[in-house]
Structures are given as structure tokens and as C-alpha cells.
């Protein structure tokens, strides 16, 4: 634990609608893998915002985040992390909304990274997990939008994605 602070929004994009991704990140330093998926959203014109919250350090902040996301206009959550990766386990669990977890590598990681590709695949049952690859943030955001497309095309059909 390296006892940083952790801030509550650390951005919106609000020119181009309200938020309907979150993404979620345990730390700070998950910052610059986390801005991929960002921004291609923002690329899309989807609404998002971003927060640092941590599962472990912050166990209550991250459940009411979770629990409220869908009353609160948000349609899909993106959680990044690394070594033991349970942020996105624990969102998930927190909510009946898509989550797409990225696995994170840093230096601690072991096996370059596995740990948290192990930790972000191997939900329980009923607890379900969308996952990336290592790192691959970007990609979150491609799915993020996708599902977004296709859960309110026209009568209700999906559309196509560009």
C-alpha cells in the first residue's frame, strides 16, 4: 500500500453528453493506461468520467459507486487494476450494470502481469466480468461503446457500429 490520496472525479467529459461510462481505476498511476479507453470515447462522443477509487483501500467508497451507477445515468463500467485486480470483481458484484475489467501490469506485478489477468477472468459464478487484455484500455472503450450501440438502436435493435 503506498498510501496516496485518492481523488474522488479526476475527470468528465461533458461536451459531449452526460456520462454514461465509468471508469475506475485503484491508483493514480493506472492513470495513463486508464486515458486510452478515455479516449475513445470521447473519439465516439460518449459521455464518461473518470474516478480513482480502490477496493481495498476504499471498500465502501467503490460498493456505493457501484450500487448507484445505473440511478446516476451510467450504462457501462470500465475498472482497471493490477496485482490482485479485485476492483473489478468488486463492482461488479455491486451492480447489475456491463463491467469490463483491464488487467493492469506495474513493477510489482508477477509474471509480467498474469496475477491480474488471472484475478480479472476468474469470477465467480454470478458475478460477471468482461475482460481486455493486459493493459489494453483502449479496447474497453471499444466494448463499452459497442454495448452502449447496441442496447438502444432504433426499436430497440441494435445499430451498427462505426
Not at 4 to 11: D, I, T
Not at 115 to 137: C, E, F, R
Amino acid at each position: 500500500m503506498t498510501g496516496e490520496p485518492q481523488l474522488a472525479v479526476v475527470a468528465e467529459q461533458p461536451t459531449v453528453g452526460p456520462p454514461l461510462v465509468g471508469i475506475l481505476m485503484g491508483s493514480q498511476s493506472d492513470m495513463d493506461t486508464m486515458q486510452s479507453a478515455a479516449k475513445e470515447l470521447a473519439e465516439r462522443s460518449i459521455g464518461h468520467e473518470i474516478h480513482v477509487l480502490s477496493a481495498h483501500r476504499q471498500p465502501d467508497e467503490v460498493a456505493e459507486y457501484a450500487r448507484t451507477a445505473r440511478a446516476r445515468g451510467l450504462r457501462v463500467l470500465i475498472a482497471g487494476a493490477g496485482l490482485s485486480a479485485a476492483l473489478p470483481g468488486v463492482v461488479a458484484a455491486h451492480t447489475d450494470l456491463p463491467v469490463i475489467g483491464v488487467p493492469l501490469s506495474s513493477r510489482l506485478s508477477a509474471a509480467g502481469g498474469l496475477d491480474a489477468i488471472l484475478s480479472v477472468i476468474q469470477m465467480p459464478p454470478g458475478v460477471p466480468v468482461a475482460a481486455v487484455g493486459l493493459d489494453n484500455a483502449r479496447n474497453a472503450g471499444i466494448l463499452a461503446a459497442r454495448i452502449i450501440d447496441t442496447s438502444g438502436g432504433p426499436g430497440g435493435r441494435p445499430t451498427a457500429v462505426a
